[in-house]
């Protein structure tokens, strides 16, 4: 049984000539029916003429070429204009006549190359028409073929206002699909830095520890292995990451959320920064984007604190309310090495770009007395 809702997708699969064909069908089917014969479209008023052979000659002429109306929109008109003419001059009077209006629309809209060559012309030899319908007896006067001159101008406008549409909402789509892509890179370049930054600012840190360790080869052991496990789980968090930009990729990906911070907390004491982290409240259930925001905050301020300040003491305060989760990390300066935050400044911008999609607030500077603290506050219940 076929499912009616997929006949549109199966129709559009046709060739543009095979959907148009049964319009011009329909007009040559309609010329013939003796309640409509001699009912057309009717331009000099002549006396309507009998149909004999030659009309469907004619017939035929007018409302064939609209099968290629949108595939040869120029073919197209001439060919309906020739047999619209013979119509007029023979007095058919068909319905096929309505043809015309139909070919000067999709001209308008369609026709690429010589659109104004082609008015032009057409404009030009619909004097001789006139004048020779005139010439065989016609009775209309100037002003009728003015107004149904006019007539065939408005088709063609609402043809170039069909085009000029059409040529809007293609433009609109490509910026629309020019911005997903932006947004899509940000957002990719958002994860790299977040996964790659803050596991190779831990390694690199415990690397350096490592080399004044050679005298106490149990520490320096310590410190090698802490270096291997921080590979492995990045490799694991950047197998995450393709995984997640992979859309065919079939199963759940899990992203952090702050139920992860004890082991983002973990390894950045194994890196060897003083840490000490406060949990207060249960993650909500329905806290959506919030935990993962959270904890890409809490990773980015302990990357820092690597980078910046690194032997300094480290607080970590992390809230779960009912509608928001607080985040603070602060360093307190104490130790020498502790410097200013530097560098890109791509990873604090992506932070405050992550809290303000979900309306929450952000700040990060420099504390009273020395150090450095980052604070967000991320509403709950956010979906991802």
Excluded at 6 to 13: C, H, K
Excluded at 142 to 157: H, I, M, R, S, T
Excluded at 289 to 301: C, D, I, K, L, P
Excluded at 337 to 354: H, I, M, Q, V, Y
Aim: hydrophobic share 45%; net charge neutral.
């Amino acid at each position: 049984m076929i499912d009616l809702r997929r006949v549109p997708d199966l129709w559009q699969r046709f060739d543009v000539t095979l959907r148009d064909f049964p319009l011009a069908l329909l007009l040559g089917i309609a010329s013939f029916v003796p309640a409509f014969e001699g009912s057309g479209t009717e331009i000099g008023n002549l006396p309507t003429r009998p149909y004999d052979a030659l009309a469907l000659v004619v017939i035929a002429l007018e409302c064939l070429p609209l099968t290629v109306r949108r595939r040869s929109p120029a073919v197209c008109l001439v060919l309906v204009s020739v047999g619209f003419t013979l119509d007029q001059f023979l007095a058919y009077h068909a319905v096929a006549g309505t043809a015309l209006p139909i070919a000067f629309i999709s001209a308008g809209a369609h026709l690429e190359r010589h659109r104004r060559v082609t008015a032009i012309l057409l404009s030009l030899a619909y004097v001789p028409l006139a004048v020779a319908l005139n010439q065989r007896g016609g009775t209309e006067t100037p002003e009728d073929y003015a107004v149904f001159f006019l007539a065939l101008v408005l088709a063609w406008g609402i043809g170039t206002w069909l085009r000029s549409t059409r040529a809007a909402e293609a433009e609109r789509r490509r910026h629309v699909a020019e911005a997903t892509r932006t947004a899509e890179r940000t957002r990719i370049a958002r994860e790299l830095h977040d996964v790659v930054t803050h596991h190779v600012t831990a390694m690199v840190v415990q690397a350096e520890a490592a080399r004044y360790l050679t005298a106490a080869p149990d520490r320096l052991d310590a410190t090698l292995s802490a270096v291997t496990d921080t590979g492995r789980r990045a490799i694991t968090d950047l197998r995450h990451l393709l995984d997640l930009l992979n859309p065919d990729h079939d199963t759940d990906v899990r992203t952090p959320s702050a139920g992860d911070l004890h082991a983002l907390v973990e390894q950045t004491r194994q890196a060897g920064q003083p840490l000490e982290f406060t949990e207060e409240g249960e993650p909500a259930e329905s806290a959506g984007s919030a935990e993962f925001v959270a904890y890409r905050v809490v990773q980015e301020a302990l990357t820092n604190a690597l980078k910046y300040a690194h032997g300094s003491r480290t607080l970590v305060r992390v809230r779960h309310g009912e509608k928001e989760i607080t985040v603070e990390v602060s360093t307190d300066g104490s130790n020498a090495r502790t410097r200013s935050p530097g560098g890109s400044g791509r990873g604090l911008a992506g932070l405050r770009e992550r809290v303000d999609a979900l309306g929450g607030e952000f700040s990060a500077g420099p504390r009273e007395g020395g150090g450095f603290v980052v604070r967000a506050r991320v509403p709950a219940g956010s979906s991802s």
